[in-house]
């Protein structure tokens, strides 16, 4: 069984580093809408190109990185409409 690296995701880091250590990343940037040619790219740099807020793209990734964003985004005071919005793309 394929084993994924567990890396907490912050805004500096570079999308085409995250996919080679989790490739469902890639399954993730398809909600998003995303190209999978990264060019090496930030996070950051990502969602400001593509209009995505980054808070709410850094938590779905850390979910897929198996990390739970608990309170952190509630005391952000992010719309839960975001999250509902990417389960239903």
Known sequence: ??????????????????????????VMMEHFNLDMATQDKSVEQICQENRINKEVFIAI??????FNP?????????PGFLFLRFLCI
């Open 1 to 26: 069984m394929f084993q994924t690296k567990k890396t907490y995701v912050s805004a500096e880091m570079r999308i085409s580093e995250l996919i080679f250590e989790n490739p469902s990343f890639l």
């Open 61 to 66: 990734a850390n979910l897929y990185n198996g």
């Open 70 to 78: 608990g309170k952190n985004l509630v005391s952000k005071g992010l």
